[in-house]
Nanobody, 124 residues
């Protein structure tokens, strides 16, 4: 079992920045690829970014490419999502997830463990 706890969400004006953190416990963090997803009211959960076990491979949804950056610190069992140039359409609950496979995926079904989410609200 892996427990994931997100933090760092909040209210920010358009153009601002936030950094989300996801702390993992319960198993060897470095054995999991990690992903960030988001879900706005009335929509399906969507892929945001993912990072391989080693941190050597990262990929992003087109909607956030160039604005968001995913990173991880395996010594601290934590994955981060740096979000810059935020837009009102980025408003959602953000979830981190852990995947036993090496590189992660854009697919929600691929992930084995999920956090409870953290709310991000971007005002215009």
């Amino acid at each position: 079992q892996v427990q994931l706890v997100e933090s760092g969400g909040g209210l920010v004006q358009a153009g601002g920045s936030l950094r989300l953190s996801c702390a993992a416990s319960g198993h060897t963090f470095s054995m999991y690829a990690m992903g960030w997803f988001r879900q706005a009211p009335g929509t399906e959960r969507e892929f945001v970014a993912a990072i391989a076990r080693s941190g050597g491979r990262k990929y992003y949804a087109d909607a956030v490419k160039g604005r968001f950056a995913i990173s991880r610190d395996n010594a601290k069992n934590t994955v981060y999502l740096q979000m810059n140039s935020l837009k009102p359409e980025d408003t959602a609950v953000y979830y981190c997830a852990a995947d036993r496979l090496e590189y992660g995926s854009r697919l929600t079904a691929q992930y084995d463990y999920w956090g409870q989410g953290t709310q991000v609200t971007v005002s215009s």
